[in-house]
């Protein structure tokens, strides 16, 4: 993806979430100076595998397992604090040296334990299968203008009456509700006492350090999470998460201007998975959608929920190329259709008996689309040792000629295994 002209690019998930973002950004990040990540927080789960050795990140960019990269996380980032430092430690006990190469933007917000008793109590009315991390809740403070930023952790007593205010509304709120949980202030101040020393030298004016590595041409990765059908304008609301998961959402996430990005990279599944609740119109009928699970380990990194499976859906992926303006596209675990005697592509939508291009605003229309297949034939050949294009079979390389057709967006990666080396550069 990088060249002479495209120096900053964006890496984004163009279906559900979990299309392999951790790999390409760990395969990009070779590359790359600074890795940003820019919305979400610890409901993303960025596998990436290194010999035997697998890396499960929430919110630090998988661009740190590469020695010379400096990572940041932006101020469009939610930061859970304590699975923050879960997650540095695990690194640290693991012998990679984060020291002076990571930073969080002075101004992302945090997410507190209170922003968990609201997102489990809400469930219980909305049941969107959020994975429980308090995403909502803690974009609802910041939209709210009630958020609490890392640089509120510099002025303790400021803090001090803040986390008052939040956690006495936070009760109410879980009265309201019904819910017999409470939170605990003093179990508040004491998680920000004892982590602020931890995190404030962590902390910088990020969106200023991202600017000068764009203005002097370093090589910069803006690494998103979730995907294009979760951003919360354009995906299947409400079944979607609070942030823009889209290429937009980069820019004001890593705070630099949109004029900055060189080149968008849709990173996307050979076949369609999603968590949680909400319409997948291509949900494969058993025992295919077993199938993929288990060829594919289709259970989610940060719950462990097992993944609804199905086929790829050609009219999702064109509308996430149109919503993110993609200008490359990863296909990953091209390996989990190997075994497979047939390989269906939903090209297009019926609705109502009409035909149907285009992504349909209501959940409820989505819901009750019937996907238009064109069957493949599989290859039924294992794919894992190919490095170039020409090592596929022919059969595999039809298939990613008419996701291609299909998508009208240049293929720049295939993914065919878990670990770093099994990617064709094309
Ligand atoms: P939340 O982001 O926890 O609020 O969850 C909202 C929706 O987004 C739920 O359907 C989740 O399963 C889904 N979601 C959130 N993060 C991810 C992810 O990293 N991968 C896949 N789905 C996700």
Redesign the pocket.
């Known amino acids: 993806m990088f060249d002479a002209k495209t120096t900053c690019v964006v890496v984004v998930g163009a279906q559900?979430?979990?299309e392999g973002k951790g790999k390409l950004v760990d395969v990009l990040a070779e590359r790359a100076e600074l890795v940003v990540r820019y919305q979400?927080g610890a409901?993303?789960?960025h596998t990436v595998v290194i010999g035997d050795s697998q890396f499960i990140l929430r919110q630090i960019p998988s661009g740190i397992l590469h020695p010379n990269v400096t990572c940041i996380v932006g101020n469009g980032v939610v930061l859970d604090p304590e699975t923050l430092f879960g997650e540095l430690d695990q690194l640290a006990a693991r012998g990679v040296d984060t020291a002076g190469r990571f930073f969080i933007s002075d101004r992302a917000h945090l997410v507190l334990p209170y922003h968990k008793l609201l997102?489990a109590a809400s469930e219980k009315s909305q049941k969107?299968?959020?994975?429980?991390?308090g995403?909502?809740p803690a974009y609802e403070d910041k939209y709210g203008r009630r958020g609490m930023r890392l640089t509120d952790l510099r002025r303790v007593e400021c803090a001090r009456a803040m986390l008052a205010d939040r956690v006495g509304r936070a009760n109410r709120l879980l009265e309201m509700m019904g819910s017999s949980e409470r939170a605990s202030l003093d179990q508040h101040v004491a998680l920000l006492e004892r982590l602020a020393p931890r995190l404030l030298p962590l902390t910088a004016d990020t969106g200023v350090l991202v600017h000068r590595a764009v203005r002097s041409g370093r090589r910069v990765l803006l690494e998103g999470?979730?995907?294009a059908l979760?951003d919360v304008d354009h995906g299947t609301y409400p079944?979607?998460?609070?942030s823009n998961t889209t290429a937009g959402g980069a820019a004001v996430g890593a705070g630099i201007g949109p004029t900055a990005i060189d080149g968008v990279l849709g990173v996307v599944k050979a076949y369609t998975t999603r968590?949680?609740?909400?319409p997948l119109p291509t949900e494969a009928e058993p025992p295919f959608g077993e199938r993929l699970r288990e060829l594919g380990g289709e259970f989610?990194a940060?719950t462990g929920r097992p993944r609804r499976c199905g086929w790829f859906d050609a009219t999702v992926v064109r509308y996430a190329a149109r919503v993110n303006g993609l200008t490359g596209l990863a296909v990953t675990k091209l390996d989990v259709l190997d075994s497979f005697a047939e390989v269906p592509i939903c090209s297009a939508y019926r609705l109502d008996g009409e035909s149907c291009a285009e992504m349909p605003a209501e959940v409820e229309a989505l819901g009750r689309v019937q996907p238009i297949y064109e069957v493949h034939a599989g290859w039924q050949e294992p794919t894992g040792k190919a490095r170039r294009l020409a090592d596929l079979p022919a059969a595999a390389r039809a298939y990613l000629d008419r996701l291609q057709t299909l998508i009208d967006v240049p293929v720049r990666y295939v993914s065919v295994g878990t670990r770093r080396d099994q990617i064709i550069e094309v």
């Open positions: 559900w979430g979990d979400g409901n993303a789960g997102d969107l299968g959020t994975t429980g991390r995403i909502g999470a979730q995907g979760l079944f979607v998460t609070s968590v949680g609740n909400g989610g940060v």
